[in-house]
């Protein structure tokens, strides 16, 4: 089956720093990948939809130059969380949307910004 | 956005009755979606209902779909202590290539042995 991975799967970074997370489909190629992001106990809300070899597409309210995404190959997207404060601690996951199939989701990185 | 809602917000049931949850959402959509999360992992995908259908089944798992009354339900039967979980619904709109996905809040399953 389609597989997502996540790197890292956690990360704790001080406040102000950045902080990148990569997200990788091992065995499939995926023009389109999304990024989400989970506080405790609630619902995973879209961030911002990465599409291979132009800019993504961010959903309102989501600051782009704080969330940069590249998708610069057709199994890599990467987010960066830039100068990261500790309202930015959540789970992030990523998804891969193979043509033709239902998104595929990675583990999540969980963030703990100090 | 499109929000769905969900309940209960939280199940606990005994190990083999069913365990049923439902879904509702606000907007047309092309399909609805369940998936389950276990605690601090990702999400698996569980079964997809397109809106042109009315009830899936997938082993232990019946979805039904309502478009007139905007709702979904999932039920488990036979419940077993490894279907503890948090349960996702997520519609689906636009192309198949390029669909969004909006997620309800979820119901935390809990399965008790």
């Known amino acids: 089956g389609a597989v997502v991975s996540q790197h890292p799967s956690r990360v704790i970074c001080k406040s102000g720093t950045s902080v990148k997370i990569e997200c990788r489909s091992l065995?499939?190629?995926?023009?389109?990948m999304f990024w989400y992001r989970q506080f405790p106990k609630q619902s995973l809300m879209l961030m911002a939809t990465?599409?291979?070899?132009?800019?993504?597409?961010?959903e309102q309210g989501v600051e782009k130059d704080k969330f940069l995404i590249n998708h610069a190959s057709l199994t890599l997207s990467t987010l960066t969380v830039t100068s990261a404060h500790p309202e930015d601690s959540s789970f992030y996951i990523c998804?891969?949307?193979?043509?033709?199939?239902?998104?595929?989701f990675g583990p999540g990185t969980r963030l703990t910004v100090l | 956005s499109q929000q769905g809602e969900e309940d209960p917000q939280a199940l606990s049931i005994q190990e083999g009755e069913n365990a049923t949850m439902n879904c509702s959402y606000k907007?047309?959509?092309?399909?609805l979606q369940w998936y389950r999360q276990n605690s601090g992992r990702g999400l698996v995908h569980l079964i997809l209902?397109?809106?042109?259908?009315r009830e899936k089944h997938s082993g232990r798992l019946r979805v039904t779909l309502d478009t007139s009354k905007k709702s979904s339900s999932l039920l488990i039967t036979a419940s077993r202590a490894a279907d503890t979980a948090s349960y996702f619904c997520?519609?689906?709109?636009?192309?198949?290539?390029?669909?969004?996905?909006?997620f309800g809040q979820g119901t935390r399953l809990t399965i008790n042995p």
């Open positions: 998804s891969a949307l193979p043509v033709g199939h239902e998104q595929f």
């Open positions: 209902i397109r809106s042109n259908e």
């Open positions: 990465s599409n291979e070899g132009s800019k993504a597409t961010y």
């Open positions: 065995d499939f190629q995926a023009t389109t």
């Open positions: 997520a519609t689906g709109r636009g192309l198949q290539g390029a669909q969004k996905l909006v």
């Open positions: 907007t047309s959509i092309n399909n």
